[in-house]
Every structure is written in structure tokens, then in C-alpha cells.
């Protein structure tokens, strides 16, 4: 039978419970088992596809084309497999079936109401997964922090479930806070003896405690929780703040988590986990023998989670490159604003411009491509970065100086990139762009080829306008060519500059595909360049200073 575990969060938010999930979820797998994670979150938004990205962090796309919450990235980046429609689940998408449903009259007439009607919509919805017949163990992360509104209906849901399921077929895992007191030099455990109280009130007993804090739990304090909050002395876990999320696994491991939640859903499995290859990623992660520093222009800078898969997809790329990536956030408005591209630029070794949204800060993205063409800086474009490097090649070297994407001036008279046809009769902004994985024709001898060592790809897709394949002829014939071809539409997928060191951009999101065991090839490219680019640098540093003497 299968067996679901739901990780809830108590005392405050973003304690990681995407992490400790995804954490548990890879010990798991390397025990041999089957495990998917799936996340629940309270708001009614239907998925998070019109949330700004400083609202909620950047928006997650799978290969099916579902527009997700942020933590579905860590499932996949610790699991090595791909989610899907699933896999993230909001309150706005379960009002909306049992709306719908009411109104097709399924209901026969009922009056239809927070119980049974929604939380039966949640239980089928957490029970999904694991009637595939796919996995062994189906992990649930309920977004939110006990105790509010929003989270009462999945907590009651969760409540009936595991009646429904039996004792030994689930468990309860609550992330909690432990917080130090500097004045009083200690950790205070009243807040964690508060939230299992908040839980308990919905009829719901904890089975397991993570504690996240930033100084070793003591016996005493371990002994005092249990005691207070009715669980095993065994199943109080320190979750100590991690130098890196990539810690937690191995921090898990280190207080048998895995080992205490098999034994409590009775499944025998004497396999340890072979964690071999996560040791050796973060040795390397930890022991870089360079660095160098990329600039990542963006306009949600202030929000690092705007831009997670990216600032990870850093992460993994350097790590096996052994080159520690600094990642220096700089906002498209300010190159707007101040124009000092030699200042804030200068000692970068590379730019990636990044995807987004709207006219904020275009005319910065576009002035930054044109700053490193013409230094011959190695340039990363993600769609929409991609789009202001079409944009910029345009105006100054192709001389369509009216040149735009009609995203940014609809009457543009030279729409270099245009609105896609299917999508100019579309009112609606959710879920109607295009989404999720579709193929790719590489141009042999590319940078692509390079880098990916394959000529058909498939990547995701978040966007709705393209490249204006009018304009396709003059690029080619200029120096900035197609080297990425979707074989179903023709629509461009990747341009490159040829008279350009290291020049490639995008039409899809390269990083939503980055796993800690598998680098996305682009970006390790791209790192390389980088590299090559900052020794370049330091060789001829080294002759100025020695011509000088």
C-alpha cells in the first residue's frame, strides 16, 4: 500500500519546508524507494502564473506545461525526476473543480459546503499520486503556517485522511522554529509547544518534530519538547541552519530521519543510502579552485527567489566546472537610470540577462546585450534576455532603428518580435501561453551542439511572444544566427553571434531543467566561457602591469 507523509510548518514561514521535504524525499529514494513530492498551497490564486514574481518567487514550469510553485524546483533538483500537473495543487484550483462541479450538477442538488464537499476535493487531490501506482511513499507539503485561516480546510482534510488510511499508512512531520534568545543566552521552546498545540486543536498529533535552529539542541531541550508535545524522544530532529540547502540531506541523515519515519510506517528496508555522489558535489561545491563573477540583470533583483532556478542552475554548473560563481544581482533600471555601464559592469567575466516580464527596465537589458557584444563578454539570454538581444542586434547592427518587440510597442513598424498568431485572439493571462516542453533542432557546429553534445533537444517554455521569422534571413546574413529550430513550428528557439567569444540566447528556461546530479549543459558552458573569458583577463593584466614596469 502506499504510504503519505504531510510535512506541515509551524511559529513562522519559510522555515524550508520544500527542503526538509525534498531532503526526505532523496534519502528515500536512495533507499531504493519509489517517492514523489507534491505541494499544497492556501491561496486562490489557481496556480501561481499571475503572481509577481515578488509576490511568491519565481513561477516553476514542468514538461506538461504547469505553471507551479517555486518548491516543485527543489523537488526536482534533489530528486533527479520531473513533476508534473499534480504535483502543486492551490486552494483556487480546488474551489474551482468543486465549483464546477456544482454547477454540472454533480452534486445532485446538496448544499455544498467546506465539509464534506472541499475537504473530499483534498483528500482526492492528496490520494492523486498515489493511485498511479507509481510510488511507494507520496510526501505532501501543506503551504502556510498552522494556525491560519487559510490552512484549516487541509489540515481537516489531512485529519480524515489518515483515519481513512490507517496508523501505520501515514505520519505527520512538523517543521517548527527553536529560537535563541541572545539576552537570555538560550533556546526557547515555547513557541514549538504553542504551534503543536495550534495542530492539536484540529485533531492532529505530530508524529515527527523538526526543529529548525541556529544552535545544537540539548538533551534537556530535546526531552522538554517531547514531553510537551507528545512525540517520541527519538523523533525530535535538530534541523541546524545549513551553509548551504544542499547540506540538509546529509544533516537529515546524520539524525536518522529516514530511518525513524520507515519505522514508523512500518516498511522494512535495510538499504543504506548511497550518498556517495551528493558527497562528492558538495566537496567540489565546497572546494572550488577558481571563481569568477556573472552579473545576472533582472528587474526583481530585490527578491532573490525571483530568479531560484538561475541563482541554482549557478550552483550545479560551477560545481562541476570546480569555480565558485558569484552571482552579482544588478537591476535594468538602474543601467537606465545611470547609463554607467563601465562602472557597474566592469570586472564581470560574464552577463546573463534574465527573464521577465513587461516594459520596467527593457531599454537597460537591451543597452547591457549592446555593452557585451561589443566587449566581447560572455552573454547568456533566457527568453525574454533573449528577445532584448534580438531587439539590440536590430537597432545597431542590422539598422532597423525602430526595432522592438511589440510586448513593449505595439505599434512598432519593425516587429522583430512579435505576438505569437494563436495568442493574439486571447484575453485571459492564466495558463494561456506557451507552456511547458517542446523540441528543439540544433544547427550543427553551434555552440548549442557544443554544449549540449546532441542535435534534438526538448526544453520548457514559458512565454507568448517569439522571434518575427520575417526578419530571420537578415539575422542569419549579419552574424547573429538561428541555431535552434522547433521542427513542429519553425519557431526560433536559439540565436548566436559567431563573431562573439561566447553569444547565445533562448527562446526557453534552460534552468528549470538544472539538477544537482545533472547540470544543465548550457549553463556549464556558459560557465566555461567565463572562465576562459577571466583568465583572459588576468593574462593581460598581468602584461599591462609588466610593459609598465
Known amino acids: 500500500m502506499v504510504k503519505y507523509i504531510f510535512v506541515t510548518g509551524g511559529v513562522t514561514s519559510s522555515l524550508g519546508k520544500g527542503i526538509i521535504s525534498a531532503s526526505l524525499a532523496k534519502l528515500l529514494q536512495e533507499r531504493g524507494l519509489s517517492v514523489t513530492i507534491q505541494k499544497f498551497d492556501p491561496y486562490i490564486n489557481v496556480d501561481p502564473g499571475t503572481l509577481n514574481p515578488y509576490e511568491h518567487g519565481e513561477c516553476y514550469v514542468t514538461d506538461d506545461g504547469a505553471e507551479t510553485d517555486l518548491d516543485l524546483g527543489h523537488y526536482e533538483r534533489f530528486l533527479g525526476t520531473s513533476t508534473s500537473q499534480a504535483n502543486n495543487v492551490t486552494t483556487g484550483r480546488i474551489y474551482q473543480t468543486v465549483i464546477n462541479k456544482e454547477r454540472a450538477g454533480d452534486y445532485l442538488g446538496k448544499t455544498v459546503q467546506v465539509i464534506p464537499h472541499i475537504t473530499d476535493e483534498i483528500k482526492r487531490r492528496l ?49 517548527t522554529l527553536i529560537p535563541y534568545l541572545s539576552a537570555a543566552k538560550e533556546l526557547k521552546t515555547k513557541p514549538t509547544q504553542h504551534s503543536v ?14 526543529c529548525r535552529t541556529e544552535h545544537p539542541l540539548t538533551e534537556e531541550i530535546r526531552k522538554k519538547l517531547s514531553l510537551f508535545c507528545n512525540v517520541d524522544r527519538s523523533s525530535v530532529i535538530e534541523a541546524m541552519d545549513a551553509n548551504t540547502i544542499y547540506d540538509v540531506p546529509l544533516l537529515m541523515a546524520a539524525e536518522d530521519l529516514d530511518d525513524i519515519v520507515l519505522k514508523k510506517l512500518n516498511i522494512e528496508n535495510d538499504i543504506e543510502p548511497d550518498l556517495t555522489r551528493w558527497k562528492q558535489f558538495l566537496h ?19 527578491l532573490q527567489d525571483a530568479y531560484k532556478s538561475i541563482h541554482e542552475s549557478f550552483v550545479h554548473a560551477g560545481t562541476v566546472n570546480e569555480c565558485q560563481v558569484q552571482v552579482v544581482p544588478i537591476h535594468s533600471e538602474l543601467l537606465e537610470l545611470t547609463g554607467d555601464f563601465d562602472q557597474i559592469l566592469h570586472g564581470l567575466d560574464g552577463i546573463l540577462v534574465a527573464p521577465g516580464f513587461g516594459q520596467r527596465g527593457i531599454e537597460g537589458k537591451i543597452r547591457a546585450v549592446q555593452y557585451v557584444r561589443e566587449h566581447k563578454i560572455p552573454f547568456f539570454g533566457i527568453c525574454l534576455g533573449m528577445q532584448c538581444a534580438v531587439v539590440e542586434f536590430a537597432r545597431n547592427v542590422l539598422g532597423l532603428e525602430e526595432a522592438s518587440s511589440v510586448e513593449f510597442s505595439s505599434d512598432t513598424p519593425q516587429p522583430v518580435i512579435d505576438l505569437m498568431e494563436e495568442q493574439k485572439k486571447i484575453k485571459k493571462k492564466g495558463g494561456t501561453m506557451r507552456l511547458g516542453a517542446y523540441a528543439c533542432a540544433i544547427k550543427p557546429g553551434s555552440l548549442a551542439e557544443e554544449a549540449y553534445g546532441k542535435l534534438e533537444i526538448e526544453e520548457r517554455h514559458r512565454h507568448r511572444y517569439e522571434f518575427n521569422n520575417e526578419y530571420l534571413k537578415d ?67 598581468q602584461e599591462k602591469e609588466f610593459v609598465r614596469k
Not at 134 to 163: H, K
Request: aromatic residues 6%.
Open 127 to 175: 490520494r492523486l499520486l498515489g493511485k498511479s501506482g507509481d510510488f511507494d511513499i507520496v510526501i505532501s507539503e501543506i503551504g502556510g503556517t498552522v494556525g491560519d485561516i487559510e490552512s484549516l480546510p487541509y489540515l481537516e482534510a489531512i485529519r480524515q485522511l489518515r483515519v481513512e488510511l490507517g496508523h501505520t499508512n501515514s505520519l505527520v512531520i512538523h517543521l
Open 197 to 210: 498545540k495550534e495542530l492539536l486543536q484540529t485533531g492532529i498529533q505530530p508524529d515527527i518534530l523538526v
Open 284 to 302: 567540489k561545491l565546497k572546494n572550488p579552485r577558481t571563481s569568477i563573477k556573472v552579473g545576472l540583470i533582472g528587474k526583481y533583483n530585490e
Open 475 to 541: 539575422f542569419n546574413a549579419n552574424g547573429m544566427v538561428a541555431t535552434g529550430i522547433n521542427p513542429d513550428s519553425n519557431l526560433v528557439e536559439i540565436m548566436e553571434i559567431t563573431d562573439h567569444p561566447w553569444f547565445v540566447g533562448v527562446q526557453f528556461h534552460p534552468e528549470l531543467k538544472s539538477t544537482v546530479e545533472k547540470p544543465h549543459p548550457l549553463f556549464v558552458a556558459f560557465v566555461k566561457a567565463c572562465m576562459a573569458f577571466h583568465a583572459t583577463q588576468g593574462q593581460q593584466a
